[in-house]
């Protein structure tokens, strides 16, 4: 009788060749699709970041409105300030508004504005009226955005005119993504 030598067969070590194989490429699957949940979430919260941060410019903008005065402004040289919103002749919509800056920016009036126009909303800003304002991309890939302002009779307006002389009572901004998603926030004033 022949002495049994210890060891493994060939066909074992191939059993588990293969189950090592299936257990690696299960793995690396397992892998790849966390890495890549990972990827897809650190985009959606970038683009809801950028949300935010456009819905707070808009915030505190609105918050820090001045109502309309007779008085002399430093962006107007007199005349009402304060409020207005439409549609501009090119169809993008809209609205500006002079706003008080804070004491450490030197606490004066500043005019600043919103426009939607093709998938984008812009945030303008005045340093002076004889010249074109600053615009400022705040978000892109909307699909449709649109304005409204409370009237003092609780009804949505779609326009602000210049001449009514007081502020709206809040102002709603409906968007629809071009990804489908639809928001709605509104921003109460004074």
Sequence with gaps: ????????????????????????????RALNAVLEAGRHASGEMQRWRVLSSAFAHIG?????????????TPIGGGGLAGFIAGHEETGAAGFALDRQLPADEGGQLQRVGYRFADGRL?????????????????????GQLSFAYLDARSAWQPVWPAHAGI???????????????????????L
């Design 60 to 72: 505190n903008d609105l918050g820090n409105v001045v109502p309309p005065t007779a008085i002399a």
């Design 167 to 189: 502020l709206p009572r809040a102002v709603e901004v409906r968007m629809t993504l071009a990804s489908g998603e639809s928001l709605r926030r509104v921003f109460r004033l």
């Design 1 to 28: 009788m022949a002495a049994r030598q210890n060891g493994f067969t060939l066909l074992e070590v191939l059993v588990a060749l293969v189950l090592m194989a299936m257990f690696t490429v299960t793995s690396y």
């Design 122 to 142: 812009i945030k303008l800003v005045w340093r002076d009226e004889t010249i074109a304002p600053d615009e400022t991309p705040l978000l892109d890939g909307i």
